[in-house]
C-alpha cells in the first residue's frame, strides 16, 4: 500500500500531553489516514513517532520545547486534509476568546504572580522538562502535582528531598489522580466530602477506593497521590510520610487509607512506625502483599475493596455483598481473560485469583505470580494502560480503542470463558467508554462467545454517570458487577460451577 507521511512543527508551542493524545486519536480517525500523533519534540518523543513511520525531516530537526504533528495518509490529499484539520484544531481555543489574544500565563512565575494566592501547581509537561518545572514550584512555596512521568529516578530523588527541606510536598511523578479539599485533578472523580484521607501510590486504587466509599454514603477529605515510586528503596517514601503527616494534623480527617503495590521491608517498617504514631486510625492496603505485622491503630486489607468497606466502618457506613448472578459461559472453555485499563485493578483482579489457588498470570505480574512472559499457562489478567500498549498512544482510559484489538482477540478465542474489563469513568476518561465496549462487543461478539463481566470505577456525579453506563452494558447482555474485586469473584464462579 502506497502512503505518504508529513510533519509540520511548531517552534515553542507547548500543549498538554492528555490534549495532544485526545487530538491525535481524532486525527488518525479521519478517512484515508493510516496514523496519526501530535507530540511534543524530545528526544524520546522523536524516537516513538519513528518507530511508528510518522517522522520526517521537518520533524527530525524539532526540539524538545517544539509540537511535532505527524501524520501517515494513503494519499497525499488525505494528509494534507489531515493536517489542515490539525492546525484548525490547535488554533481554536484561540479564535474562540474573541480577539484572538486572550491572555494565558506562559511560565510558571506569570502564573504565580497572575495567582498570588495559589499554593499547588500541576505539572504536565515532557519529562525532560517537569523536574526543573517543579523546582521552580517548590522554590516558589507552592506544592507540586507531577502528572509527568518519563522521569530519572534520582532527579525525582533529589527533588523530593529538597521539597521536604521546603516543607513542600510533591505528589509524583506519574501522579495520576488527586483529590485536594474535594477538588479533583486528573483523572479523579466526582466524590463527595467527608471523613476520609487516601494516601495514594496509584491512580485507579485511589479511584476505586473513593468511589465506593461514595457509593455507600462516605466522603474524602483529602486523596493523595504520591506517585508509583514513591515507596521504592531509592526514595524511601517521602512523600507518603509527609502525606501521612498533611491528614494525621489534618482536624477534618477522621481515618487514613494507604494504598500501594507492596513495598520493600525497609519502607514499609518506616511507613507503619509512622502510622503506630498517629492520632487516627487508618487502614493499609498494600495490593499483593502477604500479611504484616500492624501497629494497633491498623489494620490491614488485601483488596481495595475491603480497603473502602473498612474506612467506611470507621463513619459508620456499611456495604452488603449483592448475589453473583448465574453467568453462562460455553460448555468446554475454562480460561478467563482479564483486559484492564488500571494497572491496581488488573492488581487487585489477581489478588481474587491467587486466594483461590487459580493458575494466573499477568504482564504486571503481583508477587507470587508469574509473568505472561514466563507462566506456561492459566488465566492472563493484563495491564493495558503499561508502556508495552500504550507507547506512543494515548491511555485506554482516556481512548477505549486502545484496548480494541486485545478484546476482539479474546472474543473469538475458543479457549476464553470470561472476558473481565474495567470501566473507568470520571475526569479525564473517556465520554462514553460503555458505549464504546457495548459497541466492540456488539460487533465482534457471538451468542456463543465468552461472557464478559465488567466493573464500572465512577459515581453518579461523574460526568458520564455511573448508573447510565451500566444500564447501557446490562442491556447489552453484558454483566456488571459491583466492584471491581466482585468482578473477578464472578468470574471464578462462572467458571468453576458447571457440572
Known amino acids: 500500500m502506497s502512503e505518504t507521511i508529513i510533519n509540520e512543527v511548531r517552534k515553542g508551542f507547548y500543549l498538554d500531553s492528555v490534549a495532544l493524545m485526545r487530538l491525535s486519536q481524532v486525527i488518525a480517525g479521519l478517512d484515508k489516514i493510516q496514523e496519526a500523533a501530535l507530540m511534543m519534540g524530545t528526544p524520546a518523543n522523536r524516537q516513538i513517532m519513528a518507530d511508528a513511520s510518522l517522522l520526517s525531516g521537518a520533524g527530525e530537526a524539532a526540539g524538545g520545547g517544539d509540537l511535532i504533528i505527524g501524520i501517515r495518509a494513503d494519499t497525499p490529499e488525505a494528509a494534507e486534509?489531515?493536517?489542515?484539520?490539525?492546525?484548525?484544531?490547535?488554533?481554536?481555543?484561540?479564535a474562540e476568546s474573541g480577539d484572538g489574544e486572550a491572555w494565558r500565563p506562559r511560565t510558571l512565575r506569570a502564573a504565580v504572580k497572575s495567582m498570588p494566592d495559589a499554593n499547588l501547581a500541576l505539572i504536565s509537561v515532557p519529562g525532560a522538562f517537569a523536574i526543573a518545572e517543579a523546582r521552580k514550584a517548590v522554590r516558589r512555596g507552592l506544592h507540586a502535582m507531577i502528572f509527568s512521568d518519563n522521569i530519572d529516578l534520582a532527579e525525582e530523588v533529589e527533588l523530593k528531598r529538597e521539597a521536604r527541606d521546603l516543607g513542600r510536598l510533591v505528589m509524583?511523578?506519574?501522579?495520576?489522580?488527586?483529590?485536594?479539599s474535594g477538588t479533583p485533578l486528573a483523572f479523579a472523580n466526582a466524590v463527595p466530602r467527608g471523613g476520609i484521607g487516601i494516601v495514594g501510590a496509584s491512580g485507579t486504587g485511589t479511584q476505586e477506593v473513593s468511589c465506593l466509599i461514595a457509593q455507600q454514603g462516605g466522603g474524602i477529605s483529602h486523596a493523595i497521590g504520591v506517585g508509583g515510586r514513591d515507596l521504592k528503596s531509592e526514595v524511601g517514601g517521602i512523600s507518603t510520610l509527609m502525606a501521612i503527616d498533611a491528614l494525621d494534623a489534618d482536624p477534618a480527617t477522621k481515618h487514613i487509607v494507604l494504598i500501594s503495590k507492596p513495598p520493600p521491608a525497609d519502607v514499609a517498617s518506616r511507613v507503619l512506625d509512622r502510622i503506630a504514631v498517629a492520632e487516627k486510625s487508618a487502614t493499609v492496603c498494600f495490593i499483593g502483599a502477604g500479611e504484616l505485622p500492624m501497629p494497633e491503630n491498623a489494620t490491614q486489607v488485601f483488596t481495595l475493596k475491603d480497603a473502602a468497606a473498612s474506612a467506611l466502618s470507621v463513619e459508620g457506613n456499611k456495604r452488603d455483598d449483592e448475589p453473583c448472578p448465574m453467568v453462562l459461559v460455553p460448555d468446554g472453555r475454562t480460561g478467563v481473560k482479564g483486559l484492564f485499563s488500571g494497572g491496581t485493578l488488573c492488581a487487585e483482579a489477581q489478588v481474587i485469583f491467587r486466594a483461590a489457588g487459580e493458575a494466573v498470570m499477568s504482564n504486571a505480574p503481583i508477587p507470587g505470580v508469574p509473568s505472561t512472559s514466563e507462566a506456561n499457562g492459566g488465566h492472563a489478567l493484563l495491564d493495558l494502560g503499561d508502556d508495552d500498549y500504550t507507547q506512543g498512544k494515548p491511555h485506554p482510559m482516556i481512548d477505549p480503542s486502545v484496548r480494541e484489538p486485545v478484546l476482539m482477540a479474546a472474543l473469538a478465542n475458543s479457549d476464553i470463558a470470561v472476558?473481565?474489563?474495567?470501566?473507568?469513568?470520571?475526569?479525564?476518561?473517556?465520554?462514553?467508554?460503555?458505549?464504546?465496549?457495548?459497541?466492540?462487543?456488539?460487533?465482534?461478539?457471538?451468542?456463543?462467545?465468552?461472557?464478559?463481566?465488567?466493573?464500572?470505577?465512577?459515581?453518579?456525579?461523574?460526568?458520564?454517570?455511573?448508573?447510565?453506563?451500566?444500564?447501557k452494558m446490562e442491556k447489552a447482555g453484558i454483566h456488571v458487577a459491583p466492584t471491581n474485586a466482585d468482578a473477578a469473584a464472578w468470574a471464578l464462579t462462572a467458571i468453576n460451577s458447571r457440572g
Open 81 to 94: 486534509a489531515a493536517l489542515v484539520e490539525a492546525l484548525t484544531q490547535l488554533d481554536q481555543p484561540r
Open 172 to 180: 509524583g511523578p506519574d501522579c495520576g489522580t488527586a483529590i485536594i
Open 419 to 471: 472476558v473481565l474489563v474495567d470501566v473507568v469513568i470520571g475526569y479525564g476518561a473517556h465520554v462514553d467508554p460503555a458505549g464504546h465496549l457495548v459497541g466492540v462487543i456488539e460487533e465482534h461478539g457471538n451468542a456463543n462467545g465468552p461472557a464478559v463481566i465488567v466493573s464500572v470505577t465512577g459515581t453518579e456525579k461523574d460526568p458520564q454517570v455511573r448508573s447510565a453506563q451500566i444500564a
